[in-house]
């Protein structure tokens, strides 16, 4: 059961690397270069700045930024009970 667990987290920790990208883009295009390095280097960033130029951008009818925020809490869950029935 727990390599279920692991495969699930797993394509949400791919989910989440690209939704990162994609904010990365958007933060690139709009923000200009130093922005998106700062972004590039420190991932909390671009998450902060995603949610904080949401109404901004022309990603309002993508929900990009809530499907990286349940991404990050799914993988979060997903490990946890991975490593939950790991112990059996």
Known sequence: MSTVFSILALLCNLATLVFFILVLIKMFQKAGALQGILGLICGLWAFIWGWMNL???????????????????????????????AGN
């Open 55 to 85: 109404k901004d951008e022309k990603f309002q009818n993508l929900p990009l930024m809530w499907s990286w925020t349940c991404a990050i809490v799914l993988s979060l869950v997903f490990q946890f009970l991975g490593g939950m029935f």
